[in-house]
């Protein structure tokens, strides 16, 4: 089973930047890849950004300019940095663990960890 644990999140004004953290625990030699998310109110879950267990990474189009993922394999931590954030981006965010050689929906998912932006 693998563990995540994401935390960063906070409140920031507009046109500030946050780095979030999802640290992996468990077994974490199961992980494909892992992926950040984000939830804002009334809305549905939207992929924000995917690193895989050998470095790549992918960001949604949306937010591009304005995000990037990384890992720490030492410290099985992946991070979410956004930088000139709007109040568009106020949403829970949540990490979330593919695992290898199981559906989807096997995965692990963290508990979120909140982001607000003030205009």
């Known amino acids: 089973q693998v563990h995540l644990a994401e935390s960063g999140g906070g409140l920031v004004q507009a046109g500030g930047s946050l780095k979030l953290s999802c640290a992996a625990s468990?077994?974490?030699?199961?992980?494909?890849?892992i992926a950040w998310y984000r939830q804002a109110p009334g809305n549905q879950r939207e992929l924000v950004a995917t690193?895989?267990?050998?470095?790549?990474?992918d960001v949604a189009h949306s937010v591009k300019a304005r995000v990037t993922i990384s890992r720490d394999s030492a410290k099985n931590t992946v991070y979410l940095q956004i930088s000139s954030l709007k109040p568009e981006d106020t949403a829970v965010y949540y990490c979330?663990?593919?695992?290898?050689?199981?559906?989807?929906?096997?995965?692990?998912w963290g508990r979120g960890t909140q982001v607000t932006v003030s205009s």
């Open positions: 468990g077994n974490t030699w199961s992980i494909n890849h």
């Open positions: 690193i895989t267990n050998d470095g790549r990474a």
């Open positions: 979330f663990a593919d695992l290898i050689g199981k559906p989807t929906e096997f995965g692990s």
